[in-house]
């Protein structure tokens, strides 16, 4: 396998590693929320210590998107990079014919893609934990 590793690609990959650091931070972020609200609740007079946190529904997703479309922007964006990277061709369509157009800017796929991975990366937020509403 011979691949070699450009400065785009390292441009790509940081933005991934970006990308995970978020997830990462929203996860700890979420179980801090989780630890405070516990801690709150054993506050509450007339309650066990282990009574249990209240819980989301079955099935919900621990992360939610804050704009829908923020998050088309970014794979409009990431699919805008992967077409200039093919030199302008998408499913086995010429889509800008001028050769000049394309050498000129088939060289910054890497910035579309990137953009995209980052805006992707700040729609998604945590869903924080129910609060008991009995004080």
Not at 83 to 109: H, T
Not at 112 to 122: D, E, N, P, R
């Amino acid at each position: 396998m011979n691949s070699k590793i450009s400065t785009e690609l390292i441009v790509v990959i940081v933005a991934i590693v970006i990308f995970y650091l978020r997830v990462a931070m929203l996860r700890g972020q979420k179980k801090r929320y989780e630890r405070d609200l516990a801690l709150k609740r054993r506050k509450v007079k007339g309650r066990s210590k282990g009574s249990p946190l209240p819980q989301q529904p079955k099935g919900t997703p621990p992360f939610t998107v804050r704009s829908w479309v923020l998050v088309g922007i970014s794979m409009l964006l990431m699919l805008a990079g992967v077409v200039a990277y093919n030199k302008f061709y998408f499913l086995g369509m010429q889509l800008v014919p001028d050769p000049a157009f394309v050498e000129a800017y088939a060289k910054f796929w890497y910035i579309l893609v990137s953009a995209g991975v980052i805006l992707l990366a700040f729609t998604v937020t945590i869903r924080k934990p129910i609060e008991d509403s009995v004080e």
